[in-house]
């Protein structure tokens, strides 16, 4: 089917009477619409110079957890500068533990995981203790600087997660479509064309295959061809559902999508927006 025929059946399809969709923008911003709160989506293919879309991209949205790639990121370039960081015991802190850890359910104050497992843990489980802890090692001025130096101009760090404040002060953790997208695509860069982006290639492979094996995956995920490879991250808080892919990475056509959300009162409809934004873009722009 020709992608001007699926979007403008897809538009149809969800909104009746409504004018047929001339582009992905339009299609994305119909479903968008059907939505209880505010959507931006941003997905660009590889060595694209041009976005295919840009959605509300350059808004600030609550980042919630798929800020971990940021942190992630952080992580691996300290390891480059440091040998062996990856493999150091870090001692939990009684501060740093919260709800939200499937890795390290049981833990305590004290007990020792290495660097490297507890990345692991925060991006495949999205474990928020595994979160915190590297946030401690790494300090928040180190994150923030990793953002800036990326020109993620809309991304900060500035709370632990589920810390003592964070049911109030999730929003102070940003980031925008475009710059969750942009650090995604540097990523898939390094590690498809073997040159040093954010980092060098072989750590922009680690971080792409420990996304890949990242367990939510009932937002974009759901809304792509069964079987297609995807590297992920979700993210959660109250009003927002979250989610940004690496799609077919290493693949022949690669693309990053990203769709974030606020301000929903149904969390159902916001699912559902993700799912079918997924689908309408791997319709336009996904093959292979």
Same mark, same amino acid.
């Given at each position: 089917?020709?992608?001007?025929?699926?979007?403008?059946?897809?538009?149809?399809?969800?909104? @009746?009477?409504?004018?047929?969709?001339?582009?992905?923008?339009?299609?994305?911003?119909?479903?968008?619409?059907?939505?209880?709160?505010?959507?931006?989506?941003?997905?660009?293919?590889?060595?694209?110079?041009? @976005?295919?879309?840009?959605?509300?991209?350059?808004?600030?949205?609550?980042?919630?957890s798929v800020i971990k790639v940021l942190i992630l990121l952080s992580l691996y370039q300290a390891a480059e500068?440091?040998?062996?960081?990856?493999?150091?015991?870090?001692? %939990?802190?009684?501060?740093?533990?919260?709800?939200?850890? @499937?890795?390290?359910?049981?833990?305590? @104050?004290?007990?020792?995981?290495?660097?490297?497992?507890?990345?692991?843990?925060?991006?495949?489980?999205?474990?928020?203790?595994?979160?915190?802890? %590297?946030?401690? %090692?790494?300090?928040?001025?180190?994150?923030n600087v990793t953002a800036r130096r990326a020109h993620l101009r809309h991304?900060?760090?500035?709370?632990?997660?589920?810390?003592?404040?964070?049911?109030?002060?999730?929003?102070?953790?940003?980031?925008?479509?475009?710059?969750?997208?942009?650090?995604?695509?540097?990523?898939?860069?390094?590690?498809?064309?073997?040159?040093?982006?954010?980092?060098?290639?072989?750590?922009?492979?680690?971080?792409?295959?420990?996304?890949?094996?990242?367990?939510?995956?009932?937002?974009?995920?759901?809304?792509?061809?069964?079987?297609?490879?995807?590297?992920?991250?979700?993210?959660?808080?109250?009003?927002?559902?979250?989610?940004?892919?690496?799609?077919?990475?290493?693949?022949?056509?690669?693309?990053?999508?990203?769709?974030?959300?606020?301000?929903?009162?149904?969390?159902?409809?916001?699912?559902?927006?993700?799912?079918?934004?997924?689908?309408?873009?791997?319709?336009?722009?996904?093959?292979?």
């Open positions: 089917m020709k992608r001007s025929a699926f979007i403008a059946g897809a538009a149809a399809a969800s909104v @009746p009477l409504a004018a047929p969709a001339k582009s992905l923008h339009d299609a994305v911003r119909i479903i968008a619409a059907t939505a209880s709160g505010f959507v931006g989506a941003y997905a660009r293919r590889l060595g694209s110079a041009t @976005p295919s879309l840009s959605y509300n991209s350059e808004i600030r949205f609550p980042a919630a500068r440091r040998p062996g960081l990856l493999d150091r015991r870090l001692y %939990l802190r009684a501060g740093d533990m919260v709800g939200g850890t @499937p890795f390290l359910d049981g833990a305590h @104050p004290g007990s020792a995981y290495t660097a490297r497992y507890l990345a692991k843990a925060m991006i495949v489980a999205s474990d928020n203790t595994a979160a915190n802890a %590297l946030i401690t %090692l790494l300090g928040f001025d180190r994150i991304t900060q760090l500035k709370r632990h997660f589920l810390d003592f404040n964070a049911v109030v002060h999730h929003s102070e953790n940003l980031t925008s479509p475009h710059d969750i997208g942009a650090l995604l695509y540097k990523i898939e860069a390094g590690a498809h064309e073997g040159i040093r982006t954010v980092a060098s290639p072989r750590s922009c492979r680690a971080m792409i295959d420990l996304m890949s094996h990242q367990e939510d995956r009932d937002k974009i995920v759901r809304g792509l061809p069964k079987g297609t490879p995807v590297a992920n991250k979700t993210g959660e808080v109250d009003f927002v559902r979250n989610d940004v892919a690496i799609v077919n990475p290493y693949g022949d056509a690669p693309y990053v999508l990203t769709v974030l959300t606020k301000g929903l009162t149904n969390y159902g409809d916001g699912l559902s927006a993700i799912r079918r934004i997924a689908k309408t873009v791997h319709a336009a722009i996904g093959r292979g």
